[in-house]
């Protein structure tokens, strides 16, 4: 069984900053990459950011040049620093991460955690 344990979400004010956490645990061998999502009201869940095992980063670009990716392997820990955040950053912000398992690989989500952006 595999965990995705996120943290971080809240309410913050435009012009803010977050950072959310997420950890990975259990049967996982090696995780290939991992990165956040995110879902509004009435729209489909969308790409925020990603990096794999090796450092690689992408970003969407409505979030490029203000959020920066970054991962502990040795504790299959991915953050996500958002800065300058705007009201149509309020989302779910869903974990994700693809890596292998006892019988295969796998894609895995987290239960996600609410962002909201507003004064």
């Known amino acids: 069984q595999v965990q995705l344990v996120e943290s971080g979400g809240g309410l913050v004010q435009p012009g803010g900053s977050l950072r959310l956490s997420c950890a990975a645990s259990?049967?996982?061998?090696?995780?290939?990459?991992m990165g956040w999502y995110r879902q509004a009201p009435g729209k489909q869940r969308e790409l925020v950011a990603t990096?794999?095992?090796?450092?690689?980063?992408n970003y969407a670009d409505s979030v490029k040049g203000r959020t920066t990716i970054s991962r502990d392997n040795a504790k299959n820990t991915v953050l996500l620093q958002m800065n300058s955040l705007k009201p149509e950053d309020t989302a779910v912000y869903y974990c994700?991460?693809?890596?292998?398992?006892?019988?295969?690989?796998?894609?895995?989500w987290g239960q996600g955690t609410q962002v909201t952006v507003s004064s």
């Open positions: 994700n991460a693809y890596y292998s398992g006892p019988f295969g690989n796998y894609n895995y």
């Open positions: 990096i794999t095992s090796g450092g690689s980063t």
């Open positions: 259990g049967s996982i061998f090696t995780i290939y990459a």
